[in-house]
């Protein structure tokens, strides 16, 4: 093994000819020995991947944390911080928890194998390897990756309009009938006689002001939210759950 630093340089290539509309994606090659990642930033170049490389666990974290590539090659027998402890503090940091990582090792020892993938990695190539068979693998597991990401998306979409559709529904009550109280007196005034005073009793407007509260703070809960929970309500409407249920119970009379 040689000791050695994070390699500095980023070497980009665009899409092959015919498939101009797919960004490139960036994977970082984390190996002590400046052969293997050299010989496999040709291979990836090849198939239009940009590549950045470190030569130890330690670098490798760090350019990770810092890069957010979209895959990880990485070796095991490593100086400063070997390839089973950096897949371990990887997994642990939120933006890296699930990049893929692909060891690479000349480790050839089921236990190896068993301990990596325990700790996060998703596949292991023994070395020496095939080229054409860590591209296969490096492909398909971007491709795992980008529908992850779509899934993801979705889910967070989804999440959106619950909270909106939720959100909707909470409002609608108080504002309604604030808006009630309000056609109400529009109503008395327009047919109003000289000889009978329009009703402008403190209790109608304290109802106004009860509906308008109860909208305002379901907004302060919305801006304060963190976590959220939709129930199931009457017509397959779905409700917020942002009240305990004492609190919900007396909105609701």
Avoid: W
Avoid at 32 to 50: P, T, V, Y
Avoid at 170 to 198: C, H, R, T, Y
């Amino acid at each position: 093994m040689t000791q050695g630093t994070a390699s500095r340089n980023v070497t980009s290539f665009e899409s092959p000819p015919g498939d101009q509309t797919v960004k490139p994606k960036t994977i970082l090659i984390v190996d002590d020995d400046a052969n293997n990642r050299a010989l496999l930033e040709a291979e990836l170049q090849l198939d239009g991947h940009q590549t950045v490389s470190a030569s130890d666990g330690e670098a490798g974290v760090s350019r990770a944390l810092t890069l957010l590539p979209d895959l990880i090659l990485m070796d095991l027998a490593m100086p400063r911080l070997d390839g089973f402890g950096a897949i371990e503090q990887l997994r642990q940091h939120n933006s890296t928890s699930l990049i893929p990582i692909i060891i690479m090792s000349g480790m050839v020892e089921v236990s190896h194998r068993v301990r990596g993938l325990k700790l996060g990695a998703n596949d292991y190539i023994c070395k020496p390897f095939d080229p054409q068979d860590m591209k296969a693998r490096v492909r398909t597991h971007l491709k795992l990756q980008s529908l992850e990401r779509v899934r993801q998306q979705q889910q967070r979409d989804q999440v959106a309009l619950e909270v909106l559709g939720a959100a909707a529904h909470e409002l609608s009550q108080p504002i309604s009938g604030a808006l009630g109280q309000v056609q109400l007196l529009l109503m008395l005034a327009g047919g109003n006689q000289e000889d009978k005073p329009l009703d402008l009793s403190r209790e109608r407007f304290k109802q106004i002001e009860q509906c308008l509260q109860r909208a305002e703070g379901v907004l302060h809960k919305l801006s304060d939210l963190e976590q959220y929970k939709c129930l199931d309500y009457a017509g397959g409407v779905k409700i917020l759950d942002i009240y305990t249920d004492e609190k919900r119970s007396d909105a609701d009379e």
